[in-house]
């Protein structure tokens, strides 16, 4: 007789929590409706110790009002990432207890809503690297990139924001996870600006952009070639690596990549980096040459070998390349720019000696010969610096270059046309 009575009140005692749990996620949903979506994340947080015993209805609705109830949070700009990221998990939570319920009540507003917080982490963490918190951006990635895993690119620019965060450990593990994945990158863009944001939406298909174009959503369609990122990736990995005192595993890293992709030209430049780096200049003119033998006419390749020599403070080398540049392609804007810049680099040197000078008549030849040399290497920029404005004309940066060397050589009608041109 007994034992029944303790029946009876463990049913009661399960009965009693089950109206709680009920009474607790309607005093939520309340609460949200009422705006205060704060105080229902807080009802629902003192219901998630007992939601363990609620049924798969009332845990598939405890997850979907949690969720709505974070992403308003998100949406007024209260911890904007933490809260995304805690509405998609629990999003995600409903959708697994539908699956094993076999009911569909929620599921599909919880996958649009992750579909939407995934691209508001995206855009969270574009404005976050704006202002320099890139650690916080990569993070946003990283979690908008687990929401969706077919969309990779999302992995690869949250390693690149780690690198800019300068959390090298984090940024080499999420390389390589790309390496595991084989990811290239390499494919077409297609791309259109969001009317009411304002902003570039990048779209899977040329349907989709073509459609939000057309319904009016969207406007100033784009689609865009993209190249492979994988010897980027391998860079940054061995670069990394040597960062961290681990040179031979680098090498080793670039020659496994070199294996796994013979035909991507980039990884050889990105090996002959490295070996320049660890100051091999005779196995860093070995793969040099490998790349010209294979690619003579590349005009990116020529143009990276020309950055290469440049940061490897080899200017005659520098200067070949980008001329070389130069004769494959005219129009290759980068190559003038690059090579006016690697001229007006000894200007410094030139100042710097000037500087130094006294007014004695020995110094005073000497400052006279450095002035003309210094007015000799202006000139010898313009044909570059006119041709680099010619091909982007908005191009300030270089605009302004070019009217500082106007106006150091004394050249007023060329400096006032180029100012009147700017000012249009």
């Not at 003192?46 to 405890?62: I, L």
């Not at 670069?239 to 080793?252: P, R, T, W, Y």
């Not at 290759?332 to 004695?360: P, Q």
């Amino acid at each position: 007789m007994k034992s029944k009575y303790v029946i009876l009140a463990s049913a009661l005692l399960i009965s009693v929590a089950t109206f709680a749990q009920k009474d607790q996620i309607k005093a939520a949903e309340k609460a949200l409706k009422g705006g205060n979506s704060q105080e229902a994340v807080t009802i629902l947080q003192g219901a998630e110790s007992v939601m363990a015993n609620a049924t798969d209805a009332e845990k598939a609705q405890f997850f979907f009002v949690k969720g709505n109830a974070l992403l308003d949070l998100a949406n007024k700009k209260v911890e904007t990432g933490k809260n995304l990221s805690l509405a998609a998990k629990s999003y995600e939570d409903l959708l697994a207890v539908e699956k094993t319920s076999k009911r569909d009540k929620y599921s599909s507003q919880a996958t649009a809503s992750i579909l939407d917080i995934k691209y508001k982490l995206i855009n969270s963490a574009v404005e976050d690297t704006k202002v320099g918190k890139h650690a916080d951006g990569a993070k946003k990635l990283y979690d908008a990139y687990l929401l969706d895993k077919k969309d990779t690119i999302n992995l690869y620019y949250s390693a690149s924001t780690y690198v800019n965060a300068k959390d090298y450990d984090t940024a080499l593990k999420l390389y390589y996870d790309l390496k595991t994945l084989n990811y290239s990158g390499k494919g077409i863009s297609y791309s259109a600006t969001n009317k009411l944001t304002g902003q570039e939406d990048t779209y899977g298909t040329a349907n989709e952009r073509d459609m939000a174009v057309k319904i009016g959503t969207a406007e100033k369609p784009k689609t865009e070639i993209i190249p492979s990122k994988r010897g980027e990736i391998y860079k940054n990995i061995a670069l990394i690596l040597v960062q961290n005192g681990k040179k031979d595993e680098a090498k080793k890293a670039i020659s496994d990549a070199r294996k796994a992709n013979p035909e991507d030209t980039s990884l050889i430049l990105t090996e002959a980096n490295l070996y320049l780096e660890t100051k091999d200049y005779e196995t860093y003119k070995k793969l040099i040459a490998e790349v010209l033998e294979k690619n003579p006419n590349d005009a990116d390749l020529v143009f990276n070998l020309g950055v290469i020599s440049a940061n490897a403070k080899n200017p005659v080398d520098a200067e070949k390349y980008y001329k070389r540049v130069m004769e494959i392609n005219p129009k290759y804007t980068n190559a003038y720019i690059n090579l006016a810049a690697l001229k007006l680099e000894d200007e410094k040197i030139i100042i710097d000696e000037m500087n130094k000078l006294t007014t004695s008549t020995k110094d005073m030849k000497r400052y006279e010969e450095l002035k003309t040399k210094r007015q000799n290497l202006f000139r010898s920029t313009i044909p570059f610096l006119q041709k680099a404005v010619e091909l982007d004309p908005a191009n300030i940066d270089v605009a302004k270059t070019l009217l500082n060397v106007y106006s150091a050589l004394e050249m007023t009608a060329e400096y006032k046309a180029l100012k009147d041109k700017i000012k249009k």
